[in-house]
């Protein structure tokens, strides 16, 4: 059995891979394989990162050689802030429900 989690919203992946400071697609593909426990493919990663970069989340930077790092914005840090507020209640239950080892 794995001691991580699989989470399933690789934009939330991305965001916080990103909340430790700008880094570029494949790094964050490293940082949340990682973390997580999650392999992202190109096409979900790639994905998300233009969702998030539409809604203003995050933003890119210059371009370093080939690659293209992203940060998030301070409205990206935000609403990170906000998916985690709103997991906290979720977790306190799930604490409060499975007994103690």
């Known amino acids: 059995m794995a001691d991580r989690i699989p989470a399933s919203d690789p934009g939330l992946l991305v965001m916080i891979s990103l909340a430790a400071g700008p880094r570029h697609g494949h790094a964050i593909m490293l940082d949340v394989a990682a973390f997580a426990g999650v392999r992202l493919g190109p096409g979900t ?4 990162i233009s ?11 210059a371009m370093e050689g080939r690659r293209r790092p992203y940060r998030l914005t301070d409205a990206g840090l935000a609403d990170l802030q906000r998916r985690l507020d709103l997991l906290d209640p979720l977790l306190a239950t799930a604490r409060q429900r499975v007994p103690a080892r």
């Not at 990663?45 to 998300?48: E, F, K, M, Q, S």
Request: a negative charge; charged letters at 20%; aromatic letters at 6%.
């Open 51 to 61: 969702r998030l970069e539409a809604d203003g989340l995050l933003a890119p930077l």
């Open 45 to 48: 990663l790639y994905g998300a």
